[in-house]
């Protein structure tokens, strides 16, 4: 199950970090298998770039899991993982604004996109905001962060989040009528 | 949580970020397995058992997170034995379109697209020429071209030892090849066998494509030079530390190979991108196709197959205990095959299209050496061509 509800049927994310210290390949399995289309299906949408948001994802794995046994077990599991996750994608796209600038063809729409992986004018919709941005909009409301969370998780003051929200958000309702209506 | 903000929470809860469950499958399968590579290859804490350290893979994907020999996540992958789960025992067929050339104690062997295959000889080693028409072979002294049914067309004898022929392309007039410590060249039909530069180190020299038959070669001081192989006027000459691996031009660019960098030198020479492995690990070997390159790093005992290219986070494509041999692009760019001598595998990975998992083959060196035992592993020499 993607979204809720499996969690808990399988026990918390703090009993599964707590087994992976200890050990457990089985715990390490399933902390991946929870947490990895959320994390890919982020990536994916702040980089536009479903292979670029598969090796993100990938990568931000290999990193948590890393860093597993130094991993305080008294914080969550997921935000942890989710502000690597994202981090890694605005510094991606960051990077691919920047050749952009320098004189590479922008990216054509990915064979994702085209196969309705993202509808067309959503996808043009959040072309339009900043890394940043994106970054905002997809921690609130595919990942449903508060706001406040997403400040702690980025380092930001809580303002600037709020104002990249509402900024992006006027943005995409403003292209976006037929989609969102 | 306004109807607009919902709206759009539903848009994005639906979007679906290509092939999720390949991408799980391939995720994980990469994780497992650079948990696993480092199984015995690093320090493991006490009390933990069949601990496999992950770190050393996260950092050779360019992360740099940590100097080698850091401190690493310690998790547990079941260690494994080299080779991929599910081999097929024998190789049936090739992915895609194209015929190998793999050199073997018996010889080199033509590998059809349907598996069949044919020795094309007595001879060391051998390799394509541009159109897959006929391959370029050598042993001990002798050169020779030959077509894909063993039939020699022209032969010629020199002095000392000869190998790392290669046939220029697209127009196939010119083969270059080392002799000692000279490189030479020869016309497409055996004629006007001729020097071009001495003090070569033993790394096949890469013929630029296009006009004007420049070959690049590397000293044995670690220089690389472009020259015309018909005017012998230099286009470029770059000195440089440490043994080239090998050379190869793609997109207009010259790929260097060091064990401690890859290079892309433009054609006058300059540096147009470097990419360097992580701390601790050495590259050996790089294949480039169509912008992408396919690198092998070496840490330890273990292995990785990589893809690098200019502007993009290196990907971990495969990882595993003990050592891979130059992977090798089929000729759409679709498919790469990775040989495995730890694992007698060679393992056929599609990273464009994502195929979930490799498709492996066991008894590789058996199946190049009918009828001996403990044969060596045969070496990959080209995948070419749609014939």
């Given amino acids: 199950m993607l979204w809720g509800g499996g969690e808990e049927a399988a026990g918390s994310d703090a009993a599964l970090v707590r087994a992976a210290q200890r050990g457990s390949e089985e715990a390490i399995e399933a902390l991946f298998r929870r947490h990895w289309r959320r994390a890919h299906r982020a990536a994916y949408l702040i980089v536009r770039d479903a292979d670029a948001a598969e090796d993100i994802a990938q990568e931000a794995f290999l990193a948590a899991l890393r860093a597993l046994d130094r991993f305080d077990r008294r914080r969550p599991f997921r935000p942890w993982l989710h502000r690597i996750v994202v981090n890694r994608a605005i510094d991606h796209a960051r990077a691919r604004a920047l050749r952009r600038e320098v004189g590479e063809a ?9 196969e309705g992986g993202l509808d067309p004018d959503l996808a043009a919709a959040l072309a339009g905001l900043d890394p940043e941005q994106r970054a905002a909009i997809v921690l609130r409301y595919l990942l449903e962060y508060t706001p406040g969370e997403i400040a702690r998780m980025l380092g930001l003051p809580r303002g600037t989040v709020n104002s990249r929200l509402r900024r992006g958000l006027d943005r995409l309702a403003a292209t976006l009528e037929g989609v969102l209506r | 949580m306004n109807n607009r903000e919902r709206l759009l929470r539903e848009a994005l809860r639906a979007t679906r970020a290509g092939d999720e469950a390949g991408a799980e499958d391939r995720a994980w399968r990469v994780i497992a397995a650079a948990g696993a590579a480092e199984a015995g290859a690093a320090p493991r804490r006490r009390g933990r058992k069949r601990v496999v350290q992950v770190g050393l893979a996260v950092a050779l994907v360019a992360l740099a997170v940590s100097p080698a020999g850091a401190s690493v996540g310690h998790w547990v992958v079941a260690r494994i034995e080299p080779g991929a789960p599910h081999a097929r025992p024998v190789l049936s067929s090739l992915p895609g379109n194209g015929s190998l050339l793999v050199n073997s104690s018996r010889g080199p062997w033509v590998v059809r697209p349907d598996g069949a295959r044919r020795l094309l000889g007595d001879w060391t080693e051998a390799s394509w020429s541009p159109h897959g028409l ?36 697209p127009d196939g007039y010119r083969i270059a090849y080392l002799e000692g410590d000279r490189l030479r060249v020869v016309d497409g039909d055996g004629t006007d ?3 071009l530069a001495r003090g070569v180190a033993w790394v096949a020299p890469a013929w630029k494509p296009g006009p004007g038959h420049v070959v690049a070669y590397a000293t044995r001081g670690g220089a690389v ?7 012998g006027r230099r286009a470029f000459a770059v000195a440089g530390h440490g043994r080239v691996v090998s050379l190869q031009w793609t997109g207009g660019r010259l790929l260097v190979t060091r064990a401690d960098r ?7 020479g300059r540096v147009a991108w470097t990419w360097n492995p992580p701390p601790g690990s050495a590259i050996g070997s790089a294949t480039a196709r169509r912008g992408r390159v396919a690198v092998v790093l070496r840490h330890g005992a273990a292995s990785r197959l990589l893809l690098v290219a200019p502007g993009r986070e290196a990907a971990i494509l495969f990882a595993g205990p003990g050592r891979f041999a130059p992977a090798r692009w089929s000729p759409d760019g679709r ?13 056929f990975l599609s990273p464009g299209t994502g195929a979930a998992r490799p498709h492996a083959v066991a008894n590789v060196a058996a199946q190049f050496a009918p009828g001996s035992t403990g044969a060596p592993f045969p070496s990959v020499a080209g995948w070419c061509c749609s014939r």
């Fill in chain 1, 106 to 114: 922008p990216e054509e729409p990915t064979a994702a996109d085209a």
């Fill in chain 2, 134 to 169: 006929f391959a370029v072979v050598t042993e001990g002294h002798e050169l020779a071209a030959v077509e894909p049914d063993g039939a020699v067309r022209w032969a010629l004898t020199r002095p000392a030892a000869v190998g790392m022929a290669r046939w220029n392309g």
């Fill in chain 2, 193 to 195: 066998d001729r020097a």
């Fill in chain 2, 225 to 231: 030079i472009a020259a015309g192989a018909d005017s």
């Fill in chain 2, 262 to 268: 890859l290079q892309a030198l433009d054609p006058s």
């Fill in chain 2, 335 to 347: 498919w790469l095959l990775a040989p495995w001598p730890s694992a007698d595998q060679w393992l």
